[in-house]
């Protein structure tokens, strides 16, 4: 059974950094890319960023580029979101998923495996 366990999310001020890991457990697939994906209050699901298996390549929505960061650790099987300068616009419930493929998706439909959900709440 496929597992993602989200760690992390809390209630910051606004300009404070916060991160965010994913621990993966139970995928068979010979390599996954993973992403985190968020969702605000009144508002659908949005990609925040990915990161291909091998974790050379990254993308990220325009919103966060430049202040968040993604990383992973196959030693760990974890995925890291270090999310610095942040917003009240970044209040979400942020979700850790995974596809059984290589490259760095953006889609939520693109990503079959999903966590829990995070709350990361941040104040003016």
């Known amino acids: 059974q496929v597992q993602l366990v989200e760690s992390g999310g809390g209630l910051v001020q606004a300009g404070d950094s916060l991160s965010l890991s994913c621990v993966a457990s139970?995928?068979?697939?010979?390599?996954?890319?993973m992403a985190w994906f968020r969702q605000a209050p009144g508002k659908e699901r949005e990609f925040v960023a990915a990161?291909?298996?091998?974790?050379?390549?990254?993308n990220y929505a325009d919103s966060v580029k430049g202040r968040f960061t993604i990383s992973r650790d196959h030693a760990k099987k974890s995925m890291y979101l270090q999310m610095d300068s942040l917003k009240p616009e970044d209040t979400a419930v942020y979700y850790c998923s995974a596809r059984p493929y290589f490259g760095a998706a953006i889609r939520t439909q693109d990503y079959e495996y999903w966590g829990q959900g995070a709350q990361v709440t941040v104040s003016s």
């Open positions: 990161i291909s298996w091998a974790g050379a390549t990254t």
């Open positions: 139970g995928i068979t697939s010979s390599g996954y890319a």
